[in-house]
């Protein structure tokens, strides 16, 4: 709904693009709620025989475009090419990522953080980070300080919420704590949006987190 609202802070929204692109079960949902929206907009609007006309015109517009293959709100998503699976591209980054990251997952350039740690941070957009996880990699104990979103692109990972592989995005707050552990094999390759930086529970964690600025 947040996102249907143009609500969410840039970094959030940028992260639930890339779901989106891939989620056609979300896709779906965007635009109930893009129409939900329409529909309490006109509600809103002040009573009048061109106005109703015009809303009206407006309303089965963007109805039209609610029934096409790309949500409304998403034009990001929107321009990606009509193929039948994106994602099966192996090197394919998701459209809403392009002006951050640039289009190719091959062609990243990745900083050591730390031992089996690789990260890229946004420059435009400091809160919006791509990691590159090793397999088998577990990572500190940590809590949120406020909401992150992570979308799994490459590899996947355990924690106590269960696993999370590509195509699915996790959706944190301060309320989870959890030790994430990367599934043997490939390397874990996610992006991420954070609200506030994270809350880690070990002393040398705490130490380190000053330098890598998570």
């Not at 475009?65 to 949500?71: D, F, R, T």
């Not at 193929?83 to 990745?110: C, I, Q, T």
């Not at 420059?123 to 590159?132: F, G, H, T, V, Y």
């Amino acid at each position: 709904m947040s996102y249907a609202a143009g609500a969410l802070p840039a970094p959030l929204s940028i992260v639930a693009g890339a779901h989106l692109e891939h989620c056609p079960q979300c896709r779906q949902r965007l635009r109930d709620a893009e129409a939900i929206g329409s529909v309490l907009l006109e509600q809103t609007q002040p009573a009048s025989a061109e106005g109703d006309a015009r809303r009206s015109a407006l309303r089965e517009a963007m109805l039209a475009q609610l029934a096409s293959e790309s949500p409304v709100g998403l034009p990001m998503v929107a321009s990606v090419p009509q193929r039948e699976r994106p994602e099966a591209d192996p090197d394919h980054l998701p459209v809403s990522l392009h002006p951050y990251f640039g289009a190719s997952l091959a062609a990243l350039r990745w900083r050591w953080m730390a031992p089996g740690v690789h990260c890229i941070r946004a420059e435009q957009m400091p809160s919006l980070i791509m990691l590159k996880i090793a397999p088998g990699k577990c990572l500190p104990m940590h809590s949120h300080g406020r909401s992150e979103l992570t979308q799994i692109l490459r590899g996947s990972y355990n924690d106590a919420l269960g696993l999370f592989a590509p195509g699915d995005v996790a959706d944190l707050d301060e309320e989870v704590e959890h030790q994430p552990v990367t599934a043997p094999g490939v390397p874990c390759i996610c992006v991420s949006a954070l609200d506030a930086p994270l809350v880690f529970s070990g002393w040398l964690a705490r130490k380190i987190q000053r330098f890598v600025k998570l």
